[in-house]
């Protein structure tokens, strides 16, 4: 199933310097988690494309990569080298730079009262007990490597505790900044967040970078959502292209919960997006909501996995992926309906352009239904730009390139029009704008501009 | 000088010669129609004019206010002031209906070297021609087209072209699929267009249009190829005597060399 990892002896080293130092390491529960999880990464190595769950997606690249884990201290950013990052109307930011939470970066003193937001680190530092019931509870670490060894790592990141009934108003974004690295370097941040009965909010991760170099970024998310809460999540990755980013988003829902989960992957070289709710109590309600926009080499999986645990509970999938030069995107939509799970209503669809012809766009459904009462239904298209829609706009005037422009942000906004009104979305809108802007700057045939990208196909 | 200028115009779709030599004259300030039955390749002009291009042009040369239309983008023949309205209208979504046509505006503003208009000053002009034309201003808020019933979106053609003010209207068939009250809103807006600057070509199967606009001259396009033409009148000798008269007429005019 699963190649031997190349570099075992660096992982093993880096786990090794990690344990020593690591915040937490005198936990046994903590130390026993991350153990048994590294031992788990070693037995089943990095995934090949005979796997299953990642037919598509080749990352040997990866796993031929001696990372080093990145340290802290060494880099210091002032609020200036950030402040492009900030959202309008948010009460809470949180900088984590190369993994570490950066308290002078951050603000969330206007939280309502009985609110935490700490770094995990702190957290586990100052208040182990309050995370122990759900850290590392969630998330598949035997199904998947990457979860495991995020899970091996875990120190740094964010925690979120939003106590029964509060609302929260604008959105709290964890702003995750990567920086030039010399050697290969790794992260991974693990977030916690957990949401009690009635509350409401929403969460921004995003994943920047500032300086270049080859960095893996293995983030992963719990995501608690208790009865009746209702949560947003967006998650972002705008790294530049030598990034190989892989981010899991676990959300546990409970009875009547209601989570969105929204994905906008428009940077990063290699980047995997596994996104996979278990709907646990009864009446809760999904929406998965994701727009990839791909060009050059840029290859972007989609793997989603949604289980139904509970009867009456319906899942949503959208996802919209737009395709320019040899770029290369997937999109995996599991849905695992179990036995118990009467009254199921899940339904998916992927919706794909392709610009260029060497454009690649593979989708997947897979339905594992084992309950008798359920309805679920999937589709896919990929098409090109509608010829009739392109030359309607420019008989009006509009030249070609922002005729093409209009009708990809026109796409686009169907994700968009999934968001609730409110600072997150229009970050994302103006994020969105702002990419075709730069990218959908010419005409099929032409190039855009040069750019020193790695082949990830070609590494295969 | 005249505004169009069509030299024996060849085209061809999917290896069919559809137009076979068309010869036409527009001057400013005139209306001309021009009259023919299903599939005698009245889209195929007025679609060539407009410049789309999966239409191949065999033979032939059209002047556009002296320069050479067939060289010319679909954008570029816009903003040099040529319109065509569809005979079906496109559903954009997304794409809301006031952003579009401002962005148009604009597009054909710069393009002659004007500001451009801001939304605080498109809306009221945007309004008034809206009142003008009958239609809700709900349709403001809408994407482009989507949703609209068949008039309406004829109607959102005529718009446009108040809004754009282009030198030289194409009107597809603007008239089908409209009850009697949209086509008087039609022809009234149309109407309201007519001036000695401007010349249109109004493509229609009935003559039932031109009882509101009157054109100057008529002209039978049967098989790719204009059989007859005439003055306002001759339209009503179609209604009466129907196109296999031209038809008939057609198959004995000698193909010119
Ligand atoms: N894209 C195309 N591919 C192949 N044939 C086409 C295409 N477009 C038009 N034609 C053919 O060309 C001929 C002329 O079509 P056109 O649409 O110009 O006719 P028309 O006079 O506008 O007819 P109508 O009154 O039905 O609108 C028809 O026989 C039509 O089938
Ligand atoms: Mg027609």
Known sequence: ?460 | MSLLQIKNLHVTVGGHEILKGIDLKLNPGEVHSIMGPNGSGKSTLAQVLARRQTYEVTQGEVLFNGKDLLAMKPEEAACEGLFMAFQYPVEIPGIGNTYFLRSALNAIRKYRGEDEMDAMDFLPMFREKLKLLEMDEKLLNRSVNEGFSGGEKKRNEILQMAVLQPKLAILDETDSGLDIDALRIVAKGVNGMRSPERAMLVVTHYQRLLNYIVPDYVHVLVDGRIVRSGGAELALELEEKGYSWTETEARQTPVSA
């Open chain 1, 1 to 460: 199933m699963t190649t031997a990892i190349q570099n075992v002896q660096d992982y093993l080293e880096n786990f090794t310097e990690f344990e020593k130092r690591a915040t937490g390491r005198n936990l046994p529960w903590l130390r026993r988690l991350r153990d048994d999880a590294f031992a788990r990464f070693c037995e089943v190595g990095f995934p090949t494309t005979h796997d299953e769950d990642w037919r598509f997606t080749n990352v040997s690249a990866i796993a031929r990569t001696p990372f080093l884990l990145k340290e802290k201290g060494k880099i210091q950013l002032s609020k200036k080298d950030l402040a492009g990052g900030a959202i309008e109307g948010a009460p809470a930011q949180l900088v984590f730079v190369d993994g570490q939470f950066v308290r002078e970066c951050s603000h969330f003193a206007n939280l309502p009262r009985g609110v935490t937001i700490a770094g995990l680190k702190d957290q586990i530092a100052n208040n182990p007990d309050a995370i122990e019931a759900y850290l590392g509870h969630y998330l598949d670490t035997r199904r998947d490597p990457f979860s495991a060894l995020n899970t091996a790592f875990a120190e740094d990141g964010a925690y979120v505790h939003v106590p029964r009934g509060i609302v929260l108003d604008g959105p709290i974004h964890l702003l995750f900044v990567s920086t030039a690295a010399d050697v290969p370097s790794m992260m991974h941040p693990r977030n916690l967040l957990v949401f009690d009965t009635e509350t409401q909010g929403t969460v921004i991760e995003e994943y920047v970078s500032l300086g270049s170099g080859t960095v893996l970024c293995n983030s992963a998310t719990e995501l608690i959502a208790g009865e009746s809460a209702t949560v947003s999540h967006y998650m972002i990755e705008r790294e530049h292209k030598e990034a190989f980013n892989i981010s899991t988003l676990r959300i546990q829902q409970g009875r009547s919960a209601n989570v969105t989960s929204h994905s906008l992957l428009l940077g990063g070289g290699l980047v995997r997006n596994n996104v996979h709710p278990v709907l646990a109590g009864e009446g809760g309600e999904c929406l998965i909501n994701g727009l990839f926009l791909g060009d050059g080499r840029q290859h972007l999986d989609n793997y989603m996995h949604v289980e139904h645990a509970s009867p009456h509970c319906s899942s949503r999938q959208f996802y919209n992926g737009i395709l320019d030069g040899h770029a290369h995107g997937v999109f995996h939509g599991r849905i695992v309906v179990h036995k118990d799970a009467q009254k199921t209503d899940a339904k998916q669809t992927n919706r794909n352009l392709l610009l260029s012809d060497d454009a690649q766009i593979d989708t997947k459904p897979q339905l594992e239904i084992y309950a008798d009462d359920v309805k679920c239904t999937h589709g896919a298209t990929i098409g090109q730009i509608e010829e009739n829609a392109l030359f309607y706009l420019r008989s009006r005037g509009i030249d070609e390139i922002s005729a093409r422009r209009l009708l990809l942000f026109a796409f686009a906004s169907e994700c968009l029009d999934r968001m609730q009104p409110g600072a997150a979305r229009d970050h994302s809108e103006r994020l969105i704008h702002e990419h075709l802007l730069s990218v959908a700057n010419h005409l099929p045939g032409q190039s855009s501009h040069t750019q020193t990208e790695r082949s990830w196909e070609e590494v295969g």
